[in-house]
Nanobody, 124 residues
Framework: QVQLVESGGGLVQAGGSLRLSCAAS????????MGWFRQAPGKEREFVAT????????SYADAVKGRFTISRDNAKNTGYLQMNNLKPEDTAVYYC?????????????????WGQGTQVTVSS
């Protein structure tokens, strides 16, 4: 069992930056790949970014590529999502997720554990 808690969300103007954190507890964090997803009001949850168990590889949704960076610090049991040049369409609740194994995934159904989410609001 892994517990995930996101933090770092908030209100920011377009063009600004935020860094989300995902604190993990329970089983060994390094045994899990991780991902970030988001859900805007009235929309389906969508993939944002994912990374491998050690942060050695990453992939991103086209909408955030070049603006967002996923990373992790296994020594601190924490994952991160650095978000730069934010746009109003990035407004959503952001969730981190963990899946057993080495490799990440863009498919939400492949994740075993989820955090409660943190709200990001980008004003124009």
């Amino acid at each position: 069992q892994v517990q995930l808690v996101e933090s770092g969300g908030g209100l920011v103007q377009a063009g600004g930056s935020l860094r989300l954190s995902c604190a993990a507890s329970g089983r060994t964090f390094s045994a899990y790949a991780m991902g970030w997803f988001r859900q805007a009001p009235g929309k389906e949850r969508e993939f944002v970014a994912t990374t491998t168990w050690n942060g050695g590889g990453a992939s991103y949704a086209d909408a955030v590529k070049g603006r967002f960076t996923i990373s992790r610090d296994n020594a601190k049991n924490t994952g991160y999502l650095q978000m730069n040049n934010l746009k109003p369409e990035d407004t959503a609740v952001y969730y981190c997720a963990a899946r057993g194994g080495l490799h990440g995934s863009s498919a939400s159904w492949q994740y075993d554990y989820w955090g409660q989410g943190t709200q990001v609001t980008v004003s124009s």
